[in-house]
């Protein structure tokens, strides 16, 4: 058999690197395409070498053309502050980039898979999350760019598989992180982990009650290989996540105490539409894809913490 030519939009990412990297390692041949607006070649300096991995710079606001036989659409900021960066790039990258994918994958006869997000439920009013909740969000917000981006993306892949029998695989991923995160990356664990580890204040944004529910990387990017793979009637979506909720101050003080850090916590104002509530329900996982987390938290953060410490010496 010959290796899958695998095509892995925002490769250059977070998660898409840690995906890049184990799809090699499962022997498939890797086009990592990014822009690096918040990627960065560091993620994939160690994949270089390898012949069957190739990294392309390149929007995805441009036509692609690659000839793949599976797709992942990773492309685009996924943290708060980079997505509001330029909020009407953002939205034309989810736009576009799940349109331009999608004559892609109908061109090649290639198999398409869309990371959506936790978000698409916005502040929900149902909790825990299904995959039946239809969502609760602000669509004129400062979150909206990215979340009804992601809400329209989810849309043109049933629609390109309604009208044009494209083959669609949507996973919606909810608070991921680990090891690669960027040191200005903005998100929450990454945040509490530099802040600790260079004792300075920890940012607790509103009084740290609302809660999330963080899943490991490697969890993650196997779950969405599962997706992947699986059955040709299994479109999704399919919520993949941790499904233990912590609130946002137990979190700083398990930081804190797993650093061994003298840090102090000072609270700021909560940004507009900040989700009070969030934790995956992911029986459709465990049952069509035979998956669930394996990492616990403690776990994660010791590997993520350690891979900030080293980061932080070089800087
Ligand atoms: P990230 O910011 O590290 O990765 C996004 C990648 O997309 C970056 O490498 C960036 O340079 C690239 N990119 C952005 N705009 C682009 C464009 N126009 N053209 C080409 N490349 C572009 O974030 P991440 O956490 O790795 O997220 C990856 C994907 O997973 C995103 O689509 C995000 O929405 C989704 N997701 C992530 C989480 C999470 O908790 N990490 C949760 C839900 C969904
Ligand atoms: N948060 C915080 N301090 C920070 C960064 C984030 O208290 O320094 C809070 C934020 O208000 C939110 C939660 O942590 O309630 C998760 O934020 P993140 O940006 O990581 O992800 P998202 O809000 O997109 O789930």
Not at 28 to 47: A, M
Not at 124 to 151: A, L, M, T, W
Not at 264 to 282: S, W, Y
């Amino acid at each position: 058999m010959r290796r899958k030519r695998i095509l892995i939009t925002g490769g250059a990412g977070f998660i898409g690197s840690h995906l890049c990297e184990k799809l090699l390692q499962q022997g498939n041949d890797v086009v990592c395409l990014d822009n690096l607006f918040t990627g960065q070649k560091d993620n994939i300096r160690h994949l270089m070498d390898n012949p069957f991995f190739e990294f392309m710079r390149h929007d995805v606001l441009q036509d692609i053309y690659v000839e793949c036989d599976q797709i992942y659409n990773l492309a685009c900021p996924a943290s708060p502050i980079h997505y509001q960066y330029d909020p009407i790039k953002t939205g034309k990258t989810s736009v576009m980039g799940a349109l331009h994918t999608l004559g892609l994958a109908k061109r090649c006869h290639a198999r398409v898979l869309q990371a959506s997000t936790s978000e698409v439920y916005g502040d929900p009013e149902v909790h825990p999350q299904p995959e039946s909740y239809r969502g609760c969000v602000n669509p004129i917000g400062i979150r909206s760019c990215y979340d009804e981006g992601k809400r329209m993306a989810e849309t043109l892949f049933f629609d390109y598989h309604r009208q044009h029998g494209v083959d669609i695989k949507v996973v919606r991923i909810f608070n991921t992180y680990g090891p690669r995160m960027r040191l200005d990356d903005g998100r929450v664990v990454s945040n509490f982990i530099v802040q600790a580890l260079k004792g300075e204040d920890i940012t607790i944004y509103g009084d740290g009650m609302q809660t999330r529910s963080f899943c490991y990387v490697d969890d993650l990017v196997e779950g969405m290989i599962r997706m992947m793979d699986s059955d040709d009637s299994l479109t999704g979506p399919v919520n993949l996540g941790n499904p233990n909720e912590i609130t946002m101050l137990q979190l700083a003080e398990l930081v804190i105490k797993m650093t061994n850090s003298s840090s102090k916590l000072v609270h700021t104002p909560l940004p507009q539409d900040d989700p009070i509530q969030r934790k995956p329900v992911i029986e459709m996982a465990q049952k069509e894809l035979n998956w669930q987390p394996t990492v616990s938290l403690e776990e994660g953060l010791t590997d993520t913490i350690h891979y900030f410490k080293k980061i932080l010496e070089f800087n």
